[in-house]
């Protein structure tokens, strides 16, 4: 049987559906597999899903949807499981803004309930459940010689990826041919796309890999290599990294973190902190871990107080990616070249 799509989320980008899809009643609780849900209620918060052309879309009752099983644990989002079986009729929840599908375990009160869909079937393709699953390309043992700028945080929305895209611009505009990646997280296209609009000539992140987010990932780190190794392929000045959610966390920051090649190529450790116990946490554990942060940025910097804080009692200086983007910038500019 064929149905229409109403809305084709972007975490299905890797099988590039058409918007007629052919459904089967075989559902497989498959991690990667592309089901296709009908949405059984409208939302006023965390109501929207973004599509594979990264535009975002109101999420109607009724709406026939694209998404992917996956796995996500977001400390201010929803905490979501691949259910052991699935079958048309069962009841799903749409685990994030990138359409990544499973079954809540637990919530956040800031978004309400998730919001509930129920399994039409199994997208196919050429008589095959679709998957975004694809072979993760050889890992490399070492990286190309390009310098790493990462930016990394003590949590989600700690303004990471307007560190990277402010760095991106600024860099850019001095005259660097820049590549971007985000290594961790849970799969959506926003984030690339605004490394792109500030200047990125490439991007690429685990979705790329064929992973819907990096939760329960056995070799984050060997995946990250993989990427950083094809970003690094056309020489460029430098590749501007992030880390989603926080360096404590489920999706694999702390592997990277911990990998020897990946350390050696990075030139500027970029930390974004909430306030000044993540900031003081930070530099503690990443200490622990035998690295320096060269810069502290996010909110624990929007004013003076949280400025003169790092630079008096962790020695770390720090600069705010929105009041002051030349100093972040000479800063890191410092640190690489």
């Not at 490399?140 to 990826?161: H, R, Y």
């Not at 902190?273 to 929007?302: F, H, Q, R, Y």
Request: with cysteine.
């Amino acid at each position: 049987m064929k149905m229409h799509l109403d809305k084709i989320a972007s975490c299905t980008i890797n099988a590039k559906l058409a918007r007629e899809v052919e459904i089967s009643d075989d559902v497989r609780a498959e991690l990667g597999g592309v089901l296709v849900v009908r949405a059984l209620r409208e939302k006023t918060v965390y109501d929207k899903v973004e599509l594979v052309t990264g535009r975002m879309a109101k999420i109607s009752k009724g709406d026939v949807i694209a998404g992917v099983l996956g796995r996500r644990r977001a400390l201010r989002g929803f905490v979501g499981e691949i259910p052991d079986s699935l079958r048309v009729g069962d009841r799903i929840h749409i685990l994030n803004i990138g359409g990544v599908l499973g079954v809540v375990v637990s919530g956040n009160l800031d978004l309400g309930s998730p919001l509930l869909c129920e399994v039409v079937g199994a997208a196919m393709q050429d008589g095959q459940p679709a998957s975004i699953a694809r072979d993760v390309p050889p890992i490399p043992d070492t990286l190309p010689d390009v310098p790493l700028i990462l930016v990394e945080g003590t949590c989600m929305n700690a303004g990471k990826t307007r560190a990277a895209a402010t760095l991106i611009q600024q860099l850019t505009q001095r005259g660097y041919r820049l590549n971007a990646a985000k290594l961790t997280g849970v799969a959506c296209l926003r984030d690339l796309l605004n490394m792109e609009d500030h200047g990125a000539r490439r991007t690429r992140s685990f979705l790329d890999m064929g992973m819907p987010s990096t939760v329960g990932v056995p070799d984050v780190a060997g995946v990250a290599r993989a990427m950083l190794a094809d970003l690094a392929s056309d020489e460029p000045d430098a590749i501007v990294v992030e880390l989603g959610d926080g360096i404590i966390g489920h999706y694999g920051c702390n592997t990277v973190l911990h990998d020897a090649e990946i350390l050696a190529r990075t030139k500027a450790h970029v930390m974004c902190a909430n306030d000044l116990v993540a900031a003081w946490g930070a530099a503690e554990l990443m200490k622990s871990w035998g690295i320096d942060i060269d810069v502290m940025a996010g909110p624990a910097t929007d004013n003076e107080v949280g400025e003169a804080y790092c630079a008096r009692e962790l020695r770390v200086p720090a600069a705010n990616a929105r009041t002051n983007a030349h100093k972040l910038t000479d800063i890191v500019e410092g640190l690489v070249w």
